[in-house]
């Protein structure tokens, strides 16, 4: 069996996400999927919560913070996260 496998890139948008995206990161320290990078797009948030990927136990290959000076909605948003990504 061929253990080559793609690079996944997972977009997460956050503003202010506070204890939701705390969860959101949890749940990604269990991912089993070896090939993986992490683009956070964070959307002005002020409760420095886009920080709080510094506390997790993430096997990401790649981690990207993109920080916007205000809030820029979702589409825009992801389209920042499409064009840094590897996957």
Known sequence: ????????????????????????LKSLENLDY???????????SKDNSQYLVNNHNLKCQRYKLIQNITNLGFAEPNNQGYRVSKG
């Open 34 to 44: 070896p090939k993986w990078e992490l683009i956070l797009v964070d959307n002005g």
């Open 1 to 24: 069996m061929k253990n080559d496998y793609p690079l996944v890139s997972i977009i997460i948008i956050n503003w202010n996400g506070g204890v939701m995206f705390d969860d959101c």
